[in-house]
Nanobody
Framework: QVQLVESGGGLVQAGGSLRLSCAAS????????MGWFRQVPGEEREFVAV????????DYVDSVKGRFTISRDNAKNTVYLQMNSLKPDDTGVYYC???????????????WGQGTQVTVSS
């Protein structure tokens, strides 16, 4: 059972950047695909990005393509989300999650972090 802890959220002006980190416990980190999701009150949790076990493949929701980059360092058991050119619509609680499957569906991710708040002001 992997344990995940996000960090790096905060308040930033539109056009700015943030880098989120997700630290994972366990020796089997490299056996999981890792994803980032976000959620605002009253809305469903939204897929943002996913990265394969070795980091060789990535996918993003269309709204963040060209602005966000997901990466991982398996030696450090950490996954990152670099967020550039932030927009107010990027505001939300960002969660990292792990999956044994290559997926963008929240239901396929078995472990979740506590979330970190990202607020983008206009």
């Amino acid at each position: 059972q992997v344990q995940l802890v996000e960090s790096g959220g905060g308040l930033v002006q539109a056009g700015g950047s943030l880098r989120l980190s997700c630290a994972a416990s366990g020796r089997t980190f490299s056996s999981y695909a890792m994803g980032w999701f976000r959620q605002v009150p009253g809305e469903e949790r939204e897929f943002v990005a996913v990265i394969s076990r070795s980091g060789g493949s990535t996918d993003y929701v269309d709204s963040v393509k060209g602005r966000f980059t997901i990466s991982r360092d398996n030696a450090k058991n950490t996954v990152y989300l670099q967020m550039n050119s932030l927009k107010p619509d990027d505001t939300g609680v960002y969660y990292c999650a792990s999956s044994k499957l290559w997926s963008s569906r929240p239901a396929d991710f078995g472990s979740w972090g506590q979330g970190t708040q990202v607020t983008v002001s206009s």
